[in-house]
Nanobody, 123 residues
Framework: VQLQASGGGLVQTGGSLRLSCLAS????????MGWFRQSLGREREFVGS????????YYADSVKGRFTITRDNLKSTAYLSMNSLRPDDTAVYYC?????????????????WGQGTLVTVSS
């Protein structure tokens, strides 16, 4: 199983980015997907998650209304669209996969993890 996150970069406050997570080695449609992030000196935190059908989506309060999670099961890819970015969104963003439908918010519920992609928001 491999999860390849991409799309990170440097953006100014108020800008937008879209992260992608390409999955291989698994039956993507049978996996719920999660996005987490970790900034320097802090623990990994939940950003959002989506069930395998896309019917259930959850967000951390800190990103609600600014971030959107989607998935394309035909492309085995999950996306995290980020708008109105702020300096405190700066972190390494990780995608994760859980075999099952439920879109967990806890990192321990995910069996597979990508390598992370760095998002830096300048003030």
């Amino acid at each position: 199983v491999q999860l390849q996150a991409s799309g990170g970069g440097l953006v100014q406050t108020g800008g937008s980015l879209r992260l992608s997570c390409l999955a291989s080695g698994l039956s993507f449609r049978n996996f719920a997907m999660g996005w987490f992030r970790q900034s320097l000196g802090r623990e990994r935190e939940f950003v959002g998650s989506i069930s395998w059908s896309g019917g259930s989506i959850y967000y951390a309060d800190s990103v609600k209304g600014r971030f959107t999670i989607t998935r394309d099961n035909l492309k085995s890819t999950a996306y995290l669209s980020m708008n109105s970015l702020r300096p405190d969104d700066t972190a390494v963003y990780y995608c994760a996969a859980h075999q099952g439908d439920y879109a967990y918010t806890e990192a321990l519920s995910y069996e597979h993890w990508g390598q992370g992609t760095l998002v830096t928001v300048s003030s």
